[in-house]
C-alpha cells in the first residue's frame, strides 16, 4: 500500500516508516498545494493522511474535493483541529469515515487504522477477483462457443506455460538444494496425510517427517507409532526420533519447541533443522493452518521449498488468497519457494485452465484427485497404498528436482 502524509508533523512521517512495512512516499507534505502535485505525479497512491492544519490557500474542503477529483478511489484519513460538526458531515458526504482530532490520536493508533484500511483493501481485492473469477466460471458454462473471456484464459494459460517451462529449466540448476520442504495450507485440507503419503512414495531417501502442527499432531496416529515422552529439560533430539521403517523417521517438533512454561520458542527451529538436515536426504514439514505463530514464519523461512494446497472451490481460493499474502507481503517469504497443489478435486472443481491464470505467478504443481481410497489409506496405516493414488503423487513428486 503507497502512502503520503500531509500533516506538517515530518515526526509521524519517520515513525510510520519506522513502525510499517508500507511504502511512505517522499517526506511529509508541509502545504496544501504540495498535495496536489504529490498526487498528480503518483495517481495510484492508496492513501492519504492529511491534517485541517495544513497551510496553503486552497482551503481544507476544497483541498478534500481536489483530491477526490484525482483519485476518487484514493483512502483518506483526516484529523481535524477540533470537533466540528459541520466538517465532519462534509467528510462523511465524501465517503471519508476515517476522522480523527489532533488531541485524540497517537501514532500505535493511526497505525492501527492504516492496517485495518489495508486488510479492508485487500478484501475488496480479492472479493472482486472471486466476482470475476464467478463470472468467467458462469461464461464458460453457458456458452457452447468460446467467449471473449475463455480466449483471454487460453492466451493467458499459453504464457503461463511458457513461465512454467522455464522455471522447470531454471530448477534443474539448484536440484540438490530442495531438502526441507514445508507443507502449508487452509486448515482441514489434508497436509498430514499427504506429508506421510509423500515421505511413503518416495524411494530410496531417508526422510525425516516432522510434526510441526500443534493443534492436530495427527502423523503418529496415521503410522499408527506412540509419542516419545520428554520431561521437557535436557532434551535429547535423538531420544525423541521415532522410526516409522527403515526409510522413515518421525519428530513431533512440540517435544523440542515448548520450554517448561509451556511457551514455543521459536528461535530454536533454524538452529533444529541445520542439526537434522545433515543426518538426513530428505525434511517433510506438516506445519498448522493458524498464520499467527511466529515460530511458523520461521519455518517457511528456512525452508527451501513450500507447497501450499488449496481446494478448487471458491471458498477455499478465497481462504488461500489471504493465507498467501500474509506468507508473501507481510512474513516477506519468497514467492519463488511456494508451489500450489490443489487437492480433493472432483468433477465440479474449477476448471483448470482458470487455475492456472488465478495462480500465474507460481509454480503449479497439479492436483489430487477426491478418492474415497484414502479413507482406506489412512485406516490401514499406509501399508496398502492405491496405485491410482501413488500414481498421483509419482507425477508430482517428478517435479520437485529432488
Known amino acids: 500500500m503507497k502512502i503520503i502524509t500531509a500533516l506538517e508533523n515530518p515526526k509521524t512521517n519517520e515513525k510510520l516508516k519506522e513502525k510499517t512495512n508500507f511504502e511512505i512516499l517522499g517526506n511529509d507534505i508541509q502545504y496544501q498545494e504540495g498535495v496536489i502535485e504529490k498526487l498528480e505525479q503518483n495517481p495510484d497512491i492508496n492513501l492519504i493522511i492529511i491534517s485541517e492544519l495544513l497551510s496553503g490557500q486552497i482551503g481544507f474542503k476544497k483541498l478534500i474535493d481536489k483530491i477526490k477529483l484525482i483519485n476518487k478511489n484514493i483512502e483518506i484519513i483526516a484529523i481535524l483541529k477540533n470537533e466540528n460538526e459541520e466538517t465532519k458531515n462534509y467528510l462523511i458526504s465524501k465517503g471519508i469515515f476515517n476522522i480523527f482530532y489532533n488531541n485524540k490520536i497517537t501514532n500505535d493508533e493511526l497505525i492501527n487504522k492504516i492496517n485495518n484500511i489495508n486488510s479492508s483493501l485487500k ?6 477477483e472471486i466476482k470475476n473469477l464467478k463470472r468467467i466460471i458462469l461464461e464458460k458454462n453457458n456458452s457452447k462457443e468460446k467467449t471473449k473471456s475463455e480466449n483471454l484464459i487460453q492466451k493467458d494459460y499459453l504464457k503461463i506455460k511458457n513461465k512454467l517451462i522455464k522455471k522447470i ?18 486448515n482441514g485440507i489434508g497436509k498430514s496425510i499427504f506429508c506421510s503419503l509423500l515421505a511413503k512414495i518416495i524411494n530410496n531417501k531417508k526422510i525425516l517427517l516432522i510434526d510441526f502442527d500443534i493443534f492436530n499432531q495427527s502423523i503418529n496416529s496415521i503410522f499408527n507409532v506412540k509419542r516419545t515422552e520428554n520431561n521437557k529439560t535436557n532434551i ?18 512440540t517435544d523440542v519447541l515448548f520450554d517448561g512454561k509451556n511457551r514455543i520458542e521459536k528461535n530454536k527451529i533454524k538452529n533444529l533443522l541445520e542439526g537434522l538436515i545433515v543426518k538426513y536426504d530428505l525434511i517433510i514439514i506438516d506445519t498448522t493452518s493458524e498464520c499467527f505463530f511466529d515460530y511458523t514464519k520461521e519455518i517457511l523461512e528456512n525452508s527451501s521449498l513450500i507447497i501450499f494446497m488449496s481446494e478448487a472451490n471458491l471458498i477455499e481460493l478465497k481462504k488461500s488468497k489471504n493465507l498467501l499474502d500474509i506468507y508473501i507481503n507481510k512474513w516477506k517469504i519468497k514467492k519463488e519457494k511456494i508451489n500450489i497443489l490443489f487437492n480433493k478435486v472432483n468433477s465440479n472443481s474449477i476448471d483448470s485452465k482458470i487455475l492456472k491464470t488465478l495462480y500465474s505467478d507460481f509454480n503449479i504443481l497439479g492436483k489430487i484427485k477426491l478418492s474415497n481410497n484414502f ?11 492405491d496405485k491410482k493414488v501413488k500414481k498421483q503423487f509419482e507425477k508430482i513428486i517428478k517435479k520437485f528436482n529432488l
Do not use: H
Open 375 to 385: 479413507n482406506l489409506i489412512i485406516n490401514n496405516n499406509l501399508k496398502i497404498i
Open 169 to 186: 529449466k531454471n530448477k534443474t540448476e539448484t536440484k540438490k538444494d530442495n531438502r526441507i520442504i514445508s507443507i502449508v495450507g487452509t
Open 123 to 128: 478484501e475488496n481485492e480479492i472479493n472482486e
Open 236 to 253: 535429547n533430539i535423538d531420544s525423541l526420533i521415532i522410526k516409522i521403517n527403515k526409510n522413515i523417521n518421525l519428530l513431533c517438533a
